[in-house]
């Protein structure tokens, strides 16, 4: 995962009806594996967030921008709001067909070598697609995840992908950075508090992990949103209050 600047969080608020959604592009996606991924559906946006699937979902790139970086690995951990489903993680080391910057190297870690002999992101599609499949995708930092897996299908499919996914980075946000600070608190020195994962965590005494793998990432995100919710939300909360 790399982490961006707060600078560089964008708001949506327009939040599509999930379940009408997928039904239309399940009729009009041309790639067997997309069709097979809308079919199993959106769930209600009404659902209690206890009774939701979630899979938390994180990717390394070889940089920031979906038009020019690729994926190179991706990490995948199924759970909901009692169990985190460890044995059930999925992590991919992906041949992103382009030079990867040494700087980049030196934070995820994964080596010219090993991308070398990793396979397409076409190969682990299916897999990856039915991981997803009826869950709502956990990510922090919606930008990264959706941009790059929709603009890589684009160019391998030439059609891309949707879904729902609630974002810590962005839930962090509504709680720590919906007042901008006051003039007083700023002359004070005060600066806005950071919502980079690993501090988001530490503000629920959740443990440090060595970050920028993306199966140690999604785990992060997964205990991170359940964090979240026991301290904010409630297991009635409806999915729709948190998803985007």
């Not at 919906?178 to 965590?201: E, F, M, N, V």
Request: glycine residues 4%; contains cysteine.
């Amino acid at each position: 995962m790399f982490y961006l600047r707060p600078d560089d969080i964008r708001q949506n608020t327009e939040v599509p009806e999930w379940q009408t959604l997928f039904g239309d592009l399940a009729r009009h996606a041309r790639d067997y594996r997309l069709e097979r991924f809308y079919r199993a559906g959106a769930i209600n946006a009404d659902t209690p967030l206890a009774e939701v699937p979630f899979v938390a979902m994180d990717f390394e790139t070889t940089g920031l921008n979906p038009k020019k970086d690729a994926i190179v690995s991706i990490g995948l951990v199924p759970f909901d709001l009692q169990r985190i489903r460890c044995r059930e993680a999925k992590h991919w080391i992906l041949n992103p067909h382009r030079p990867m910057a040494e700087e980049s190297v030196v934070i995820h870690g994964i080596t010219h070598s090993e991308v070398k002999a990793a396979p397409d992101l076409l190969l682990v599609l299916d897999d990856l697609l039915t991981a997803l499949a009826g869950r709502v995708v956990v990510v922090h930092h919606r930008t990264i995840e959706r941009g790059f897996l929709d603009r890589a299908l684009k160019a391998r499919l030439n059609e891309g992908i949707v879904f729902p996914a609630v974002d810590t980075m962005e839930l962090e946000a509504r709680l720590h950075r919906s007042k901008p600070l006051g003039l007083w608190a700023r002359l004070r020195g005060k600066t806005p508090a950071s919502i980079r994962l690993a501090d988001s965590r530490s503000r629920y005494h959740l443990p440090f992990y060595h970050p920028h793998h993306a199966q140690t990432d999604a785990l992060a995100t997964a205990e991170l949103l359940q964090a979240q919710i026991a301290h904010h939300f409630s297991p009635d909360t409806p999915i729709g209050d948190l998803w985007v």
